[in-house]
């Protein structure tokens, strides 16, 4: 069965520090990776997405995310982050044609201005 | 804002209540899907439909029973649930199974 597994719970960041949120799965098949961010009150958005092809992936606001094949790991990335990035990030793994997209426990950012 | 639009925005019922959520999409998609989301938690798959047909239930008790009328709409109708089932439910389509999902504002539904 496919898992996926964000370690922070809660990253706590000053404007312009640069972020990096582990996520990681278990399937050993074909995987398609997402990140979905959740402002505060809002609904779920998608960031960016990997099927295939080039492992580094650029997103919407600046955030790109690294598909290591060799490590399971699908980290993402903003070199400088604002106040407004203050959020809840959901890594998420849809492993195989028939496979359900399951969610990671999530983690929130907190950015302080 | 989101092109999947979930109606009501809040609802409170209580446990011998009969009520239904509804979703509504125009963007073509022919998967939807219901998820379920509690505080602080990541949303948990509850169903989802694939060309109107239901294509995955996971597990989920029969107090919850969805319904796909047309390719736009999903309904949850809801009936005897517990105080537990109290949640934020996460409506979301995409254009076919596997494909990016686009997610709903949600359903704040608290059952006393």
């Known amino acids: 069965a496919q898992s996926v597994s964000q370690h922070n719970h809660h990253v706590i960041l000053s404007e312009a520090a640069s972020l990096e949120l582990g996520c990681n799965y278990s399937?050993?098949?074909?995987?398609?990776l997402f990140w979905y961010v959740q402002y505060p009150g809002q609904h779920l958005q998608l960031l960016l997405k990997y099927f295939s092809g080039d492992p580094l992936v650029k997103g919407i606001k600046g955030f790109e995310a690294e598909f290591i094949k060799s490590k399971f790991s699908f980290n993402l990335r903003k070199p400088s982050v604002q106040w407004s990035d203050t959020a809840e990030y959901f890594c998420a793994v849809k492993g195989g044609s028939q496979g359900n997209l399951i969610f990671g426990k999530g983690t929130k950012l907190s950015v302080k201005p | 804002d989101t092109e999947v639009t979930q109606t009501p925005k809040h609802l409170v019922m209580g446990m011998t209540n009969k009520k239904s959520l509804k979703c509504e999409q125009h963007m073509g998609h022919r998967a939807m899907y219901w998820y379920k989301q509690k505080a602080k938690k990541p949303p948990e798959l509850m169903f989802v439909y694939s060309y109107e047909k239901l294509s995955i239930n996971e597990s989920v008790p029969s107090r919850f029973s969805p319904e796909c009328p047309n390719s736009s709409l999903l309904n949850l109708h809801l009936h005897a649930l517990q105080p537990e089932d109290s949640a934020l439910y996460l409506c979301?389509?995409?254009?076919?199974?596997?494909?990016?999902?686009?997610f709903g504002n949600g359903t704040r539904l608290t059952v006393t």
């Open positions: 979301a389509s995409s254009q076919v199974l596997g494909a990016p999902l686009h």
């Open positions: 399937y050993g098949g074909t995987v398609n």
